[in-house]
């Protein structure tokens, strides 16, 4: 059974930097889509940003040239770097992953494509 467990969340103030990181265990499949998203109080998770087996990127507009998406295979981790942080990028982080399933373009930014979740790490960005 597949298990994502993230880490390195915490609190910082605006214009700071964070990084994420996400271990995985329990696949076998050499093709995946791994992505990070994001939910708010109040708000509906968001895709923040994907990649692919093959080191495929994909970001939403609000966080292009703020992060960083990564991974070492090797490690089986999956990094998120955050630099210039906002107040709006408050929320839980959560990596998710769809393993099996290959593609020779970019990952979804949709929930609803991926199929194993962690519990989520909260980022705080204060003003």
């Known amino acids: 059974q597949v298990r994502l467990v993230e880490s390195g969340g915490g609190s910082v103030q605006s214009g700071g930097s964070l990084r994420l990181s996400c271990t995985a265990s329990?696949?076998?499949?050499?093709?995946?889509?791994i992505a990070w998203f994001r939910q708010a109080l109040g708000k509906e998770r968001e895709g923040v940003t994907s990649?692919?087996?093959?080191?495929?990127?994909a970001y939403a507009d609000s966080v292009k040239g703020r992060f960083t998406i990564s991974q070492d295979n090797a490690k089986k981790t999956l990094s998120l770097l955050m630099n210039s942080l906002k107040p709006e990028d408050t929320a839980m982080y959560y990596c998710?992953?769809?393993?099996?399933?290959?593609?020779?373009?970019?990952?979804?930014?949709?929930?609803?494509?991926?199929?194993?979740w962690g519990q989520g790490t909260q980022v705080t960005v204060s003003s």
């Open positions: 990649i692919s087996f093959n080191g495929r990127t």
């Open positions: 329990g696949y076998t499949s050499s093709y995946y889509c």
């Open positions: 998710a992953a769809r393993f099996g399933y290959y593609t020779a373009g970019y990952c979804s930014l949709g929930a609803s494509d991926y199929n194993s």
